[in-house]
């Protein structure tokens, strides 16, 4: 299973989303079709712009709690100081991916950014 974590800036537009979706999904060498799942932090759950770049790409949203993302934040590899004075953890995306993914979760990409939005990929090694 592919997970792609996200995190973005307030108001990020859905095509910015899917623009950092695709830039990790490139990085990692796998094609959009290889993605299961789209997750976030339960906070993001107002922002229109993620739930439209999992409709358009036909995959599900998962808002994971706050407790469930600090849980793994230790096993996170990028560290963001904004992020951390904002939501307490230290990468939305990485740790949205690996606690989506549960307690088999690898990173297969490091969080990246792209304009307002950023991405992770992780994986369980299962499939769907």
């Excluded at 695709?22 to 993620?50: H, R």
């Amino acid at each position: 299973m592919i997970i792609a974590g996200v995190g973005c800036r307030k108001g990020a537009a859905a095509a910015e989303i899917a623009a950092a979706i695709a830039a990790a999904l490139t990085e990692s060498g796998l094609g959009a079709t290889s993605l299961d799942l789209i997750a976030t932090a339960k906070a993001k759950e107002a922002e229109p712009g993620i739930a439209a770049a999992a409709a358009a790409l036909g995959v599900h949203l998962v808002l994971v709690q706050a407790a469930d993302l600090a849980a793994v934040d230790a096993r996170t590899v990028t560290h963001s100081e904004r992020v951390r004075r904002h939501m307490g953890i230290s990468s939305v995306a990485e740790a949205a991916a690996l606690a989506a993914g549960g307690p088999s979760a690898r990173l297969l990409v490091a969080r990246i950014v792209v304009g307002p939005a950023t991405c992770a990929l992780a994986t369980t090694g299962a499939k769907p």
